[in-house]
């Protein structure tokens, strides 16, 4: 699976974006997909995972409420809405895809074996 993140960009605190990660290959809805995201000088850091259906989503605490992660496997596509943005969620954002397992487990880098070239957003407070 290649993968294509977009839809970053600046925003002011409290304000909302929508990431958008485009996938090509036909194995699309038998992954699960995944966010991450890289703040300067930080580790990459897990954001939000789905299931192959999007039937089922795991978040991160930091995120949890604020985040949605969504996919449509008509369009080979995984979103990521964020709302109620803050300043601290200023990173470089990665999409991702891996091999179907219970979505709790898949919170590290290692669990994934795609990725995208990364979206940047900026919070502005």
């Known amino acids: 699976v290649q993968l294509q993140a977009s839809g970053g960009g600046l925003v002011q605190a409290g304000g909302s974006l929508r990431l958008s990660c485009a996938a090509s290959?036909?194995?699309?809805?038998?992954?699960?997909m995944g966010w991450f995201r890289q703040a300067p000088g930080k580790n990459r850091d897990f954001v939000a995972v789905i299931n192959f259906s999007g039937g089922s989503t795991y978040y991160a605490d930091s995120v949890k409420g604020r985040f949605t992660i969504s996919r449509d496997n008509a369009k080979n596509t995984v979103y990521l809405q964020m709302n109620s943005l803050k300043s601290e969620d200023t990173a470089v954002y990665f999409c991702a895809a891996g091999p179907p397992r219970p979505l709790a487990t898949m919170t590290s880098q290692a669990d994934f074996s795609s990725w995208g070239q990364g979206t940047q957003v900026t919070v502005s407070s």
């Open positions: 290959g036909r194995t699309f809805n038998s992954v699960h």
